[in-house]
């Protein structure tokens, strides 16, 4: 029996480079709400999500991202932004982002999560000073067609049954 899920799990790709075509408003709108429906620590949800669509921001975005300068290309990013204060903040915010990253594929569309150094997008994104920006995560069709064929590590080379390095079959 087919898993649409696993198969967006293993299929999925970060990619760089985005076609023209604009990111209809609802498929952005549902991205954006996988990521606020995804679980967190004690249901703290201490993210906080700036969706930017407009060619300004994404420019901006491109010349402020130093891991990610292809935003400027994309038809939308998202901001993850988290409360510094919580404990399980980045983990619950990384979890959004996978989130976002699989329903934005199940319709198509391209990403990738960018980050590294963001205290420029805190702050010229308007987040306040109790937040941290973890990534940007830019949104695109893919320029070329892309294949889902990913280099990973066999499975019994990261993966053990009932305790470490014991055979999973």
């Known amino acids: 029996m087919a898993n649409e899920v696993f198969e967006a799990v293993r299929t999925l790709l970060a990619v760089r ?18 990521g606020r429906l995804t ?9 906080h999500f700036v969706l930017v669509r407009s060619r300004d921001g ?8 130093r891991t990610g300068p292809y935003t ?14 919580s404990r399980a903040a980045v983990s619950d915010a990384s979890r959004a982002i996978q989130s976002m990253m699989l329903a ?5 569309v391209a990403s990738n999560w960018t980050g590294f ?12 000073d109790t937040y941290e920006v973890l ?14 064929r990913k280099k990973r590590k066999p ?3 990261v993966a053990s049954a009932e305790r470490y390095g014991a055979p999973i079959e």
Request: charged share 25%.
């Open 104 to 108: 934005a594929w199940g319709d198509g």
């Open 72 to 85: 400027a290309n994309a038809a939308a990013a998202v901001i993850v932004g988290y409360e510094k204060e």
């Open 155 to 157: 499975l019994n080379e």
């Open 39 to 47: 679980a967190s620590g004690g249901n703290r949800q201490p993210w």
């Open 135 to 148: 990534a940007v995560v830019p949104l695109g069709y893919p320029r070329r067609r892309v294949l889902g």
């Open 117 to 128: 150094g963001l205290d420029n997008v805190r702050a010229e994104f308007g987040f306040p």
């Open 17 to 34: 480079d985005y076609d023209s075509r604009e990111l209809p408003a609802d498929i952005a709108l549902r991205i954006v709400e996988a």
């Open 58 to 65: 994404l420019r901006k975005l491109g010349s402020l991202v």
